[in-house]
T-cell receptor
Framework: AQSVTQPDIHITVSEGASLELRCNYSYGATPYLFWYVQSPGQGLQLLLKYFSGDTLVQGIKGFEAEFKRSQSSFNLRKPSVHWSDAAEYFCAVGAKGNTGKLIFGQGTTLQVKP | DAGVIQSPRHEVTEMGQEVTLRCKPISGHDYLFWYRQTMMRGLELLIYFNNNVPIDDSGMPEDRFSAKMPNASFSTLKIQPSEPRDSAVYFC????????????FGQGTRLTVV
């Protein structure tokens, strides 16, 4: 069965420090992968997506993610975190058939210390 | 485009009452999804439509839940009768059928059943 695991429920980093959020997936074929961000009381906003091609994907707000098939991972990174990045981050895999149906991880809450 | 529009943003109702959540997808999008977000279960897909036709409702928890899409610009999710365990944030999302496209989410409806 398809699944997504985000091992870190909560992460705290200092402003200006680098960030890496982990995501591992289980999928029987080449996956479609996404990272969404949710600010308190808001909907989900797409940060970046991977469908095929270059395994290093650039997104909005200075985020990037790297697809590593051998590790079944799609970790999200940012070189320097800003206080406004504090939010909840969700990794998701697109279900088979490219319907757009998403299977989400449990989310990682990012706290940024001044 | 104004994005995916959901109403109401907040709903408080008493147990046993009927609740109707509404969604207007982005114009031209072929797929519409209803997700539910809870602390215990995270984000889970309830049902999705393609060209106004329900395709997969396997995530609908019980017969108390029903969803309709009478036209391309409107969908409802109804709970009758509502129960306290239905309290959650309900998200609607839409996507067009083109290749390598992502789902866009509404702001969500926070439902509280007392």
């Amino acid at each position: 069965a398809q699944s997504v695991t985000q091992p870190d429920i909560h992460i705290t980093v200092s402003e200006g420090a680098s960030l890496e959020l982990r995501c591992n997936y289980s999928y029987g074929a080449t996956p479609y992968l996404f990272w969404y961000v949710q600010s308190p009381g808001q909907g989900l906003q797409l940060l970046l997506k991977y469908f095929s091609g270059d395994t290093l994907v650039q997104g909005i707000k200075g985020f990037e993610a790297e697809f590593k098939r051998s590790q079944s991972s799609f970790n999200l990174r940012k070189p320097s975190v800003h206080w406004s990045d504090a939010a909840e981050y969700f990794c998701a895999v697109g279900a088979k058939g490219n319907t757009g149906k998403l299977i989400f991880g449990q989310g990682t809450t990012l706290q940024v210390k001044p | 485009d104004a994005g995916v529009i959901q109403s109401p943003r907040h709903e408080v109702t008493e147990m046993g009452q009927e609740v109707t959540l509404r969604c207007k997808p982005i114009s031209g999008h072929d797929y519409l999804f209803w997700y539910r977000q809870t602390m215990m279960r995270g984000l889970e897909l309830l049902i999705y439509f393609n060209n106004n036709v329900p395709i997969d409702d396997s995530g609908m928890p019980e017969d108390r839940f029903s969803a309709k899409m009478p036209n391309a610009s409107f969908s409802t999710l109804k709970i009758q009768p509502s129960e306290p365990r239905d309290s959650a944030v309900y998200f609607c999302a839409s996507r067009n059928a083109g290749k390598n496209t992502e789902a866009f989410f509404g702001q969500g409806t926070r439902l509280t059943v007392v």
